[in-house]
Each structure stands twice: as structure tokens, then as C-alpha cells.
């Protein structure tokens, strides 16, 4: 499966943060997408998703244009994501959280042995009352071990504990083997850097930089773009 | 002893008469966000309902379903051409049912005339109950409406469907991420509320005068039901009903039924301005 | 993304409500007053009337404005009063008119709403042009348009029964009033069933407050006594404390002055809590044929009813209406009743005395209104008296067995015990 954005550009109530971005990504592969704070990140994430509306450009998933989906019908057709904030109903249990995602309760446990293990057996909890880092891989398992083809991350690992994160690295990579594609959007340099095939640098609501991360010279680049 | 028994029973029937009229206005306001001022206009249409069904020589009861079937298309067709597109603005949702209670009740004159119609009462005379005697037809009606008071609420929080509407309550973009399809969500749930208007309709038309002006006496008091039961939870239906049928039917009792409208009317003003001073998300 | 706050949803829901309360106090209908110059039978029927009329009517027409509800709660008393109003045009033009002039009805709805009333009144004066206006609505929209009838200087008759105590110079109120309908049958009632504890039960406003007021003296004058009087709101649904008190009460005589689907609600319930006609005798001032038919035969069996007109009056003028009414129209769901009635006679009295005046001109038809005596309406003999209402025979009905209802009593000029002076 591929998405494809052309000259993608959307805001928020008028006001454009996307000016034209376009980006690929495929079945199969992880690219990792980076960019300073503000620079239309999350704004992408919910374009892709159907969430924000294409105010022009184009969206095609296969070559099929898909622009004017509703997010619902993008998650049917294979594709997902996961949020920086509120990827979670706050209000409902972990295990209605799962159920929401596709997984009836004879299934949870299955998805809980391998992540987040320390949420087994706390189904009934409010998902509310769990710790951010707790919150943030429940989120990320409800995309992970879903069957989409294609799963957009804003920020996974963001407050997440050095361990979570390889846990978390090691489950996005799985999931490249099992043929699926990863757009991970991630501040966390060294994980990109672990789990990347391609690179792509967002600078004011513009793509800057895109290379395959076998590309010599894109380290230098980014931590020029990134000023770090 | 007696009077007390006979006053209890009849804050049970008004309990279960407000509790199954305010349910389909509970579950579209409290859950959804609108206002629907239609909703009377959907009780209006069942008990119409119930005098077609009367009137073609069938069953009566038989019009629960038929009002709850004829009702749901009737709310869900609504929510597709008319609510659908202003779900963000309160403002143009109350114009819009206001018009379409207008439209439906001159609908309502056209096909049935501004006379009233007769719905009989299918269960007539009285039952003993401990040693008070008491309409028969207000005990089945005060339990046929708890059950399906009951039921909707057991669907709205136990069943898929209900997660899901909670889901979408709790966060309508997280639930459309997660690949629920919200807008067939909100159709379900307003054609289900419209249904429970419309069976309220056939519980009440055996009672009241079936004409076209029904559903402005009933609209009120739906309004006052999710007010004082507090619209952060559905079961504030159940709630707000028993207060304001206690209410009601205390003050009817003690002083008159004037000062009971009134007394039922503060309770709700010093409902909203208790409400107002905390900002809680709304759940189920 | 909707995410609604609880005080957002709390504010919007306190103006929504707000408006819901309102809805049912005022009762929306059609926010426009019907000009019915386009749409309704009746100016077609005055054509036709033009068409067919007696040759010496010339001139231009003499225009009738009538103002009473077509829509809202009290809209079912509308049709009846738009067919009647079809059958005044043909019998006035058949008569020679008005000074040899043709009149025409302009038919104006006030939506059971004084507001709608107001603008439908500025409409008949303003744009219509009538000579004079017949109202049957609530005395909340009297109230509204009686300074526009007096700034016009316009008559203006109000035809529908009522309270009592209006008193303008442009005005005569020729509808039953609480000293017509009560005095007389109150104690013809008490001794017809031997009951003598009365029970009161209204809708909270002007009209059951004041009759009750009344009632009261009558039935203490009588030997009887109050045991229990009570008012509901307009559109209570549910009656059963209110039975239960009743019941309480021990009385053996009820007086409902409860108005449409309130009396329809109450009587059946009544009914399934065992306190019907058969244990408490009701004596209505308001239970029209539409209501009554409404509440079925099992309910109404047996209740006394009085009002100045039943079209079981069997007068010649109202025995050649009720054939052609019912010729023309469907005299089942849209019978001829008291305000209809009323409507008619008003007409018939403003038509006499304008031809008696030999003008329209207001000044003149409300110095031969005052103290005409007239025999040829549906009530037979009626006669304006200086207070400024009507004079007219009180009838007592029992509804029976099958829903009919047959006059069992009739009290011939009673006179309003009203006092006007200006």
C-alpha cells in the first residue's frame, strides 16, 4: 500500500500551516519525519488522517484519490495513527480502549503479553488514571497490532522511559517485517536513526530535506536543520 | 395511609411518563449536543401512531413497535438532512427544530385535522394493589416504561453500540481514527431517541387528547427532566424524573398544581445556575 | 471536533429551554395573520355570492374583518368559523345586503397568540380596510387589539364567551358571560342531580378565576357549598393528584372550566380513576361539541352542558343554517358551535343596525347597536343591553348515550348582570 500527498497544504481555521508538502510512504518501509516544534508536524498527521481539511493538493492512497474521506473510511482502508496528545478515551477503560481499536476482550490479553506488558490484566482501569508513558504505548499498541497497512506516530516516545523506547523501536521494526510502513514522526534522534529507511525534514509547513538514510551527508544536514 | 399509597402511585406514573418522554431528549442532547425542539413533535407522532393502529381495528400494543420502527426512520432521515451539517452551531440546530416542530405539527393538522383524536384505553378499569385501587392501565404503563427506560439505558452503556457512542462523545475525532464511522453513530442514536419519543407517544395517547398541540405540553417537561437530572450521564434521565415527579406530585398534593409547575421550574433554574460553576466533560 | 463543555451546553440549554417554555405558553403557530383574500373559500364564495346576488346590491362591498384562531391550541374552533362565515355572506346579500352594498369577510388568524392577534388586527384595519371586526379568541388577544379597534375607531364586536367586564366605546361583546351561563344553571343542576358539594376545577387564568369567583355566591345563594377548587396549567397531561383530590373532596357536583385537550386529558382520566359523570355530575360552561366528541361517548354520557347555543336549537334561522352547513360542509368533524355561532349572530346584529343607521359610519352604527333587539339569530331573540353585551336564552344540553346532546333546559333572556360606563 502507498500514500501519496501532493503539494498538500491545510490550516487551522484559515490560518495555513501546511504550504504545500509532498511525501510518500509505502508498505514496507519506515520513514522518519523531522522538523523543529511548529513547523506542521501534527498539523500533516491529522491532514493525512482526514481530521483537518485539504484546503488544496491532493491525497492518493494506491492512486486512489482519497482527499475527501472521512478518517473512519482511511482506517478501514488500512490506514492508522497514533497522537502526541489524547490518544486515548480518557473516560473509558483500557480494555474498552482496546475494544474501540478492534480487539474483543478474548483478545486483549494476546495484544497485553507483548506491550504494554505492565497493563496486564488492568483492563478495567480508567485509561484516564494510567501514567503518561503508560498511556502513550497503550496508544501505540492499539495501532501496532492492528492489521493496517500503513500507521502514521506523532511523537510515540515522548515521555517514554529509555527502556519503553527500545521496546516500542523493537515492536515499529516488527512491524516493517511484517510488510508494513511506519511514518514516524520523532524528536527522539537516535531511534529515528535506528529505525529509518528514509528521511524526511519539515521546515514551515515545506518538506526541506528528503533522503535514504544510507545518504552520507544526511546526518550533517539534519542536525543543521534541527540546530543541534 | 391510603391517600399516601394512592399519591405514591401516582408519582410513579408521572415518574415513568417524564422518564420515557425526556429519554429520547436525554440521549440526543445529553450525548449528541442538540436541541431538539422537535422532540414533542416525535411524541406527537406516536401517539398518532397509536390512534392509526386503533383505528385499523389492530391491536394496540402492537403500536409500541410500529411507533418505535416508524419513529427511528423518521429521527434518523432528520439527523441526515437536517442536523448533520450543524452539529458545531447550538444556534442553527435549535432554529432548525423549532421550524421542523412547526413543519410537523401543520403536517400533523393536514393529515389528521385539528380535531382530537380518541385513543382507547386498552386495559380499562382498576386493580387492587395492597388494598388501593388503581387504574390498570397506569400500573402496565408504569412498568412497560421503566423496562424500556431500562433497556435503552442497558444498550447505551453496556452494549458495542453503546461504547462506541460513548467513544464518540468522549472524543469524536480519536473515534473516527479509530475507525468508527461517527456519522452512522449519530443516526443510530437519533433515530433511537426519536423511537423512545415516539413509544412515549403511544404510552401517553390512551391518556391525553391525540391531537396536533401534544407535543408543546410535553416539551417543557422533557427540558426540565434533563435539567434537573443533569445531562452528564444518561441515567440523569432516571434522576431528574423522580425529582421532578416527587416535586410535582408533592406540591400538587400539599399546595396546587400552579405552585407545583412553579416549584418544578425554580428546582430547574437552581439546577443550571449549580451546574454552571463547574466545567465537566460529558460522559455517560 | 466537538467538544462540549458542561457550562457551554448549560447556557445554550438554558436559552433553549427558555424558548421551549415559551413555545407551549404562547403555542406557535403561523407567525403570519392569514389574509385569506388569496387563499381561503370564503372570498371566493363572496364572489360567487357577487355573482348570483339580488340585483339591486351595488357599490363596493362592505368588508367584515374576522379575527378568531385557526391555528394553535384553540385553531380547532377555526374551520367552523370559516364555514360560517361563507353562509353570513350569502344570507346578509341575500337579504339586500347592507344599504344596498354587497359584504365581503376578510378572515384573519391570530394563531392562539395575542402577538400574531396584534398584527393580524393592524392587518383587517390597515391594509383591508374593514368597517367592522367580530373577534372569538382568547382575552389575551382582546386585549392586545382593543386600543387598535379604538385608535381606528373601528366597532368592534367580540362574539366569544368570556369573563366579563369589558367596557369600550367601540365595543360589544356578545358572547355568554359568568352571570348567563352559571346563575341560572347552577341551582337548576343542583336540582336536577340533588348534589350540593361543588368541586371547581380551572385552567389558571382569567376566565375559570372569575367564573369560579362567581360560582361561588351562586352556589352559596343556592344552599350548596364549595368543597374544593382548584386551577392547572394550560396543557397539564397529567391529572391524577388532581383527580385524587377531587375524589378527596367528597363533592357530588364538578364544575370544569378546563379548555381543550386539558378537558379531553382530565375527563379520561377522571374516568380511569372512577370518578366520572356517573359519580361526580358535571355542569361545563366550555365542553363544546369538538371536545366532547373528543372524550367519547363512554366519558360524556349523562354531563350537563350550558352555553347560549347548541345546534340542536330548533329556532327556523338555526334549523335553515345547520341544513345548509351541513349540505356544504362536514358537519361531523367541523360542527357549528357556540363561537361559530356567535359569529354569525354578531354579523346578523352589525348588519341590522348598519342598515337601520342607513350608513357604516362608525359613529352612527354604535348609536343603533346600543339597545337593538333583534329575533332573527341562531338564539333566536337577543337584544343588546346598555352595558354593552347580549341578552340571549341559556341552554342547558345533556349529552347522551350515543354522544348527542339534547337540550333539556332552556333559560330565555338572561340577562349579564355586566355594568359598562363611559
Known amino acids: 500500500m502507498r500514500l501519496n500527498a501532493t503539494n498538500l497544504h491545510a490550516g487551522y481555521g484559515g490560518v495555513p500551516a501546511l504550504h504545500g508538502i509532498s511525501m510518500e510512504i509505502q508498505s514496507g518501509e519506515i520513514v522518519a519525519l523531522v522538523g523543529r516544534n511548529g513547523v506542521g508536524k501534527t498539523t500533516l498527521v491529522k491532514t493525512l488522517m482526514g481530521l483537518l481539511p485539504v484546503t488544496d493538493g491532493e491525497l492518493l492512497l494506491d492512486d486512489q484519490p482519497i482527499t475527501n474521506w472521512a478518517p473512519s473510511k482511511r482506517v478501514r482502508a488500512g490506514l492508522r495513527a497514533t497522537f502526541q496528545e489524547k490518544g486515548l478515551f480518557q473516560e473509558l477503560t483500557v480494555g474498552e480502549n482496546l475494544r474501540l481499536n478492534g480487539f474483543e476482550p478474548n483478545a486483549q490479553d494476546a495484544v497485553l503479553e507483548q506491550f504494554p506488558k505492565s497493563l496486564s490484566g488492568r483492563q478495567s482501569q480508567r485509561a484516564g488514571t494510567l501514567s503518561g508513558g503508560e498511556q502513550k504505548m497503550l496508544a501505540a499498541a492499539c495501532a501496532l497490532k492492528t492489521d493496517a497497512s ?79 | ?94 432554529l432548525a427544530t423549532f421550524g421542523l416542530s412547526i413543519v410537523l405539527r401543520q403536517l400533523a393538522e393536514i393529515l389528521f385535522s385539528k380535531n382530537s383524536r380518541k385513543v382507547s384505553n386498552p386495559i380499562p378499569g382498576a386493580t387492587d394493589v395492597f388494598g388501593i385501587t388503581f387504574p390498570t392501565y397506569r400500573l402496565v404503563l408504569i412498568v412497560v416504561a421503566t423496562l424500556i427506560v431500562v433497556a435503552v439505558l442497558l444498550l447505551f452503556t453496556k452494549s458495542r453500540f453503546g461504547l462506541t457512542v460513548r467513544a464518540i462523545v468522549a472524543n469524536r475525532g480519536l473515534a473516527e481514527s479509530s475507525g468508527i464511522r461517527t456519522s452512522v453513530a449519530n443516526i443510530l442514536a437519533f433515530g433511537i431517541g426519536a423511537a423512545a419519543a415516539g413509544v412515549a407517544g403511544v404510552l401517553v395517547a390512551p391518556l391525553v387528547s391525540v391531537d396536533s398541540q401534544i407535543g408543546l405540553s410535553y416539551l417543557p417537561g422533557a427540558f426540565l427532566v434533563v435539567i434537573v437530572g443533569g445531562f452528564t450521564r444518561l441515567w440523569g434521565v432516571v434522576i431528574g424524573a423522580a425529582i421532578v415527579a416527587a416535586v410535582q406530585t408533592g406540591v400538587t398534593h400539599y399546595v396546587d398544581a400552579v405552585w407545583a409547575q412553579i416549584a418544578a421550574l425554580v428546582l430547574a433554574v437552581v439546577m443550571l445556575q449549580l451546574s454552571r460553576s463547574g466545567s465537566r466533560e460529558v460522559t455517560i | 471536533m466537538y467538544k462540549g463543555s458542561y457550562s457551554t451546553r448549560m447556557r445554550i440549554l438554558a436559552a433553549a429551554s427558555a424558548m421551549g417554555f415559551m413555545m407551549a405558553a404562547c403555542s406557535s403557530g403561523s407567525s403570519e395573520a392569514e389574509n385569506t383574500e388569496e387563499t381561503d373559500p370564503t372570498t371566493e364564495s363572496s364572489t360567487e355570492t357577487e355573482g348570483t346576488q339580488s340585483p339591486e346590491l351595488s357599490g363596493d362591498s362592505v368588508k367584515i374583518g374576522i379575527l378568531f384562531s385557526n391555528s394553535g391550541p384553540a385553531g380547532v374552533f377555526g374551520p367552523p368559523t370559516a364555514n360560517i362565515s361563507e353562509l353570513l355572506v350569502e344570507d346578509i346579500n341575500g337579504a339586500g345586503g347592507i344599504n344596498g352594498r354587497p359584504v365581503e369577510v376578510v378572515l384573519a388568524d391570530d394563531a392562539s397568540d395575542p402577538e400574531v392577534g396584534r398584527q393580524a388586527m393592524e392587518q383587517l384595519l390597515d391594509s383591508d380596510q374593514v368597517d367592522v371586526v367580530i373577534g372569538t379568541h382568547s382575552s389575551a388577544t382582546r386585549e392586545a387589539v382593543k386600543p387598535l379597534a379604538e385608535a381606528a375607531n373601528i366597532p368592534y364586536i367580540y362574539a366569544a364567551l ?183 349572530d354578531a354579523a346578523t346584529l352589525y348588519a341590522d343596525a348598519a342598515n337601520a343607521a342607513e350608513t357604516t359610519e362608525t359613529e352612527a352604527v354604535l348609536e343603533a347597536m346600543q339597545g337593538r333587539e333583534i329575533k332573527q339569530t341562531l338564539n333566536g331573540d337577543v337584544a343588546i343591553t346598555e352595558s354593552r353585551h347580549l341578552t340571549q336564552s341559556i341552554h342547558v344540553a345533556q349529552v347522551q348515550e350515543d354522544g348527542s346532546q339534547e337540550i333539556v333546559e332552556t333559560f330565555p333572556a338572561v340577562v349579564p348582570e355586566e355594568t359598562c360606563e363611559l
Open chain 1, 150 to 228: 500503513l500507521i502514521i506516530m506523532d511523537e510515540p516516545t515522548e515521555g517514554l522511559q529509555p527502556s519503553n523506547v527500545e521496546v516500542l523501536g523493537d515492536h515499529i521494526d516488527n512491524a516493517r517485517s511484517a510488510g508494513r510502513g511506519v511514518l514516524l514522526i520523532e524528536q527522539h534522534i537516535a531511534l529515528a536513526n535506528r529505525l529509518a529507511d528514509r528521511f524526511i525534514v519539515v521546515e514551515k509547513g515545506r518538506v526541506v530535506e528528503a533522503s535514504p538514510a544510507d545518504d552520507p551527508t544526511i546526518q550533517t544536514r539534519i542536525k543543521k536543520r534541527l540546530a543541534i
Open chain 3, 162 to 344: 368570556y369573563e366579563g367586564g369589558e367596557c369600550s366605546s367601540v365595543m360589544f361583546n356578545t358572547g355568554e358571560v359568568p352571570s348567563q351561563q352559571l346563575k341560572p344553571t347552577i341551582p337548576w343542576v343542583m336540582e336536577q342531580t340533588g348534589g350540593k358539594k361543588w368541586f371547581l376545577l380551572g385552567n389558571d387564568y382569567a376566565w375559570p378565576q372569575k367564573s369560579f369567583e362567581l360560582a361561588r355566591e351562586y352556589i352559596e345563594e343556592s344552599g350548596g357549598e364549595v368543597v374544593g377548587e382548584q386551577y392547572v396549567p394550560l396543557g397539564t397531561e397529567d391529572f391524577s393528584s388532581i383527580v385524587q383530590e377531587i375524589s378527596d373532596s367528597e363533592a357530588d357536583l364538578l364544575l370544569p372550566a378546563l379548555v381543550g385537550g386539558d378537558a379531553i386529558a382530565f375527563e379520561t382520566q377522571a374516568v380511569d380513576f372512577g370518578i366520572g359523570q356517573d359519580e361526580i355530575a358535571r355542569l361545563a360552561n366550555i365542553y363544546e361539541e369538538n371536545v366532547l366528541a373528543a372524550m367519547g361517548p363512554e366519558v360524556t354520557d349523562g354531563m350537563y352542558v350550558s352555553l347560549g347555543y347548541f345546534k340542536e336549537l330548533n329556532n327556523e334561522v338555526n334549523q335553515d343554517i345547520v341544513e345548509r352547513y351541513s349540505g356544504q360542509f362536514d358537519m361531523s368533524t367541523a360542527p357549528i358551535a357556540t363561537f361559530s355561532s356567535h359569529i354569525y
Open chain 2, 1 to 94: 395511609m391510603e391517600a399516601l399509597g394512592i399519591e405514591l402511585l401516582n408519582g410513579l406514573g408521572l415518574f415513568a411518563t417524564l422518564g420515557i418522554v425526556a429519554l429520547g431528549l436525554g440521549i440526543v442532547f445529553g450525548l449528541m449536543g442538540v436541541i431538539n425542539l422537535a422532540h414533542g413533535e416525535f411524541v406527537m407522532i406516536g401517539a398518532y401512531v397509536a390512534y392509526l393502529v386503533q383505528d385499523g381495528g389492530l391491536n394496540y400494543w402492537l403500536a409500541i413497535p410500529a411507533a418505535a420502527v416508524v419513529l427511528f426512520f423518521v429521527g434518523s432521515a432528520v439527523e441526515m438532512v437536517l442536523i448533520r451539517r450543524i452539529y458545531q452551531k447550538p444556534e442553527l440546530t435549535i
